[in-house]
């Protein structure tokens, strides 16, 4: 009976017991307090129940257990529950006697528990079951006849004591093997678990915690305390061209060596102090928790620009593809709001990084204030669409020395809702992302051709540009449906002017070749915008017969600079050369203005003279000073170069 209340108390520790450690030593001063508890109940009962010279409790056994399994730590504990029961029920009766019996028992575990050494729970056998027993029977022997050396009792009370122990040996090699069983069954389970836990929290292709682990992780941040966190979030910019250089399952190493890198690289003395944890948020993403840090401390300090440069660098020296390899960054606070948890934060972040177009991007409002604000953009853009009536004002482009208006770029001034402006880029960048750029830039045009068509009714023939990019400018029969539009507002080709950005890298490809001729043939005016801060400057300039040429305004602002003049003088030959006018944006200063003039440059636009109006207002602009004829050229005749 009180070998079944022992496994029966074992079995119902075993099954509470939280702990996944696969070693004895591991949990000694568990199995120390357990054995060492049960054998104190157990001695009770028998000092309490028992009418007999010899009390036949499972002493002795279980202070083997007690030392086999808890080893010197969890032997002590054990022994120290064992005697104190033995002294508070039997006394200090045989005292002697009783304390070398019990120390050596507990030493005879003590010594299996050395014996069995490190090894693994779950690799016990019929071996180890029996090496304990025959230990447990040469140190109960060395007990018994050390007692009868010593002689600490009787002679017949030793003597029975030998017949007990005889008897019960085979009960003690059958305690022993159900306890090992029981740890053994215990410790297997326990590792299938953990196995079958780690594959639901690991991505198998690469070994990195996975989505499931990142979202655990998070649900523990949050909880803790009110400290903030970071996420920093990897991406391929250009993943199609890697996938066609490295094959489809690339991604699955890359992820594997920039996490080594993170962790382990030179990137890894720049985080390391965060304690950084690194997460395959989905094949395409790996994310990196930065503990007890902001986005805005890492904002201030660059400090996402830097681990992206160490990052790549590291990459490239392990495999030459990866030397055109870019990443693409988003560093957001884990804690956006009070009502933030982690399922919130991944379906976000899934969105956020979705619209996710810059290099490094720090994502100051949360991610579904950012996905709402994404949402209420697409729809303003279906609107514009649907009644072609997007709100465009109209930058007024200047002669430098008559101060005439020569014509006007239309621009996007949406206010929303909340009255904050939307910034154009990042429309352009929701139109892009929802396949809308050709149908907005085309509801576009249509506003400015009937805004030119206003501007012939009013006296004032305007040359007005549109801003068309290069996926528009692909498009099947684009220039004829222009022409076609134009016609029907019976409106002069030259009076329109189609604005290319010249970062957007116009393809050459016939569609290109055949829109553009069509409209330059029929006197539709190309402009390339922002010469110079894109692809291939003049490699462009040299493929299209642009018009006119527009210099950026970051090298206006810069003007002043010897080198940076030297730079707008390269410009205004090489547009000079291919017939075409050089235009200067930004222009903000009188100063400015002056050099350019000096420089030769003649036009220009920018805050100096205007910025940008409704068509009423750009319409009593230009009469003020009346500077076109009827077909829309300027009267003043261009002047030399001053």
Not at 129 to 148: D, E, H, K
Not at 595 to 616: C, H, I, N, T
Request: glycine share 6%; charged share 15%.
């Amino acid at each position: 009976m009180q070998a079944a209340a022992l496994l029966g108390v074992f079995s119902l520790v075993l099954m509470v017991s939280k702990s996944s450690e696969a070693m004895l030593h591991s949990r000694a001063t568990f199995y120390g307090w357990t054995v060492g508890l049960t054998g104190f109940v157990l001695l009770g009962m028998a000092f309490q129940l028992m009418n007999l010279p010899s009390k036949p409790y499972l002493g002795s056994d279980l202070l083997f257990l007690s030392g086999m399994l808890g080893g010197l730590r969890g032997g002590a504990i054990g022994w120290t529950l064992i005697v104190g029961a033995r002294l508070l029920f039997g006394g200090t009766h045989q005292a002697a006697a009783f304390l070398l019996d019990m120390t050596l028992m507990v030493g005879g575990g003590i010594f299996m528990h050395y014996r069995l050494g490190r090894r693994p729970i779950t690799s016990f056998g019929w071996r180890d079951i029996g090496s304990a027993w025959l230990v447990r029977v040469a140190f109960t022997m060395l007990s018994i006849s050390l007692i009868y050396a010593f002689q600490l009792v009787p002679p017949m009370v030793n003597a029975r004591v030998l017949v007990l122990h005889a008897l019960s040996s085979g009960l003690s090699l059958m305690i022993i093997a159900c306890v090992l069983a029981l740890l053994r069954s215990d410790a297997r389970e326990r590792e299938s678990r953990a196995r079958a836990f780690a594959a639901s929290h690991t991505n198998l292709l690469t070994g990195l915690p996975n989505r499931r682990a990142l979202g655990e992780l998070l649900e523990r941040l949050l909880a803790a305390d009110g400290r903030q966190h970071v996420l920093m979030t990897f991406q391929v910019a250009n993943l199609a061209e890697m996938a066609r250089a490295l094959g489809h399952d690339w991604t699955d190493h890359l992820w594997a060596q920039l996490s080594v890198a993170l962790t382990q690289g030179q990137a890894s003395q720049l985080v390391e102090a965060f304690h950084p944890l690194c997460f395959q948020l989905n094949d395409l993403s790996l994310t990196v928790v930065l503990q007890d840090t902001s986005l805005e401390w890492m904002e201030q300090q660059q400090l996402a620009s830097k681990v992206q440069a160490e990052a790549v660098a590291a990459l490239r020296a392990t495999h030459a593809a990866y030397v055109s390899l870019q990443l693409r960054i988003g560093v957001s606070n884990v804690r956006m709001n009070s009502q933030a948890n982690a399922a919130s934060i991944l379906r976000d972040l899934n969105f956020a990084l979705q619209s996710n177009e810059q290099m490094v991007r720090y994502f100051h409002e949360s991610f579904a204030e950012q996905a709402d604000k994404d949402e209420d953009v697409r729809r303003l853009l279906i609107d514009w669409i649907r009644t072609a009536s997007p709100p465009m004002q109209y930058q007024p482009k200047f002669h430098l020395l008559t101060r005439h208006v020569c014509g006007a770029e239309a621009l996007l001034r949406a206010h929303p809702v909340n009255g904050n402006l939307l910034p154009p880029p990042y429309v352009i960048e929701i139109a892009t992302r929802h396949q809308l750029l050709s149908q907005f830039e085309w509801c576009t045009l249509e506003v400015v051709g009937r805004d030119i068509q206003r501007c012939l009714a009013a006296g004032c023939p305007i040359p007005l540009s549109v801003n068309i990019s290069a996926t528009t400018l692909t498009l099947p029969l684009f220039g004829d449906r222009v022409l076609s539009f134009l016609e029907l507002l019976h409106v002069p080709p030259r009076l329109l002017y189609v604005e290319i950005t010249e970062s957007g890298h116009v393809p050459d490809v016939e569609t290109v070749r055949t829109n553009i001729a069509v409209l330059q043939g029929a006197g539709v005016g190309l402009s390339l915008d922002d010469f110079g801060t894109g692809y291939s400057a003049l490699t462009t300039l040299a493929t299209i017969p642009f018009t006119e040429v527009k210099i950026d305004h970051s090298m206006i602002s810069r003007i002043d600079q010897p080198r940076m003049r030297e730079a707008v003088s390269l410009a205004l030959e090489s547009a000079t050369r291919y017939n075409a006018t050089l235009v200067a944006e930004g222009v903000e200063t009188e100063d400015q203005s002056t050099l350019l003039l000096e420089m030769g440059v003649l036009f220009g636009q920018g805050y100096l003279f205007s910025r940008a109006v409704p068509m009423d207002d750009l319409i009593r602009m230009a009469r003020r000073r009346a500077a076109f004829r009827v077909d829309g050229a300027l009267k003043s005749p261009r002047p030399d170069r001053i």
